[in-house]
């Protein structure tokens, strides 16, 4: 009787095995997918080189309203030119300073600009600036804190009387002296 039980328990031992495996696999299974699902979201909300569109279903909805603005744009044919201060302060502010035109040439004085600013690298780090118009007509300057070279996307609007005017430009931002290391 001795032999019958040893026997038993050795035929018991793989079967409990045997019961515990494929439970165990799915729960392992189901853990390891909750970890990493887990890690992919710290990863993409806290790394500030991922960024998201703000508002983009909001404004997907409103695109006639932009098309109507683009149009307006080109109706009204107003033009800028950016450039940057060459002078650099203590906590690494320059100039940005843009000239307003419109469609004959004639500068637009009087008017109120705002320009968001972000970098491509970290589109996370948005600046809005008011650009206030300086000394010499239709030119409109703000000190602008440039932490990052490399391609920077601004994003102007312009209001004068009824009429505003927007604008999305992508630019080459680098200290004074440094140039591009290299031209696609």
Do not use: C
Not at 39 to 62: C, G, H, M, Q, W
Not at 103 to 116: C, H, M
Not at 126 to 135: A, F, G, N, S
Request: net charge neutral; hydrophobic share 40%.
């Amino acid at each position: 009787m001795a032999d019958f039980g040893e026997q038993r328990d050795e035929t018991i031992a793989p079967a409990k095995w045997r019961t515990l495996f494929w439970p165990g696999l799915i729960i392992t299974l189901l853990v390891g997918q909750v970890v990493l699902l887990t890690i992919v979201v710290l990863i993409a909300t806290r790394d500030e080189s991922f960024a998201v569109e703000p508002d983009y279903y909001t404004k997907a909805l409103n695109w006639d309203e932009q098309a109507a603005q683009l149009e307006a744009n080109r109706r009204l044919g107003w033009s800028l030119k950016l450039s940057l201060g060459d002078a650099v302060g203590p906590i690494g502010d320059r100039s940005l300073l843009l000239h307003l035109r419109d469609a004959t040439g004639d500068v637009i004085g009087g008017a109120d600009v705002s320009v968001l600013a972000f970098p491509h690298a970290r589109g996370m780090q948005r600046r809005e600036y008011e650009l206030p118009e300086t000394q010499e007509l239709g030119t409109y300057e703000a000190k602008v804190r440039f932490h990052r070279k490399g391609k920077w996307e601004f994003r102007f609007t312009v209001q004068r009387g009824e009429n505003m005017f927007t604008h999305r430009l992508v630019r080459d931002v680098y200290p004074p002296g440094e140039s591009r290391p290299w031209k696609p």
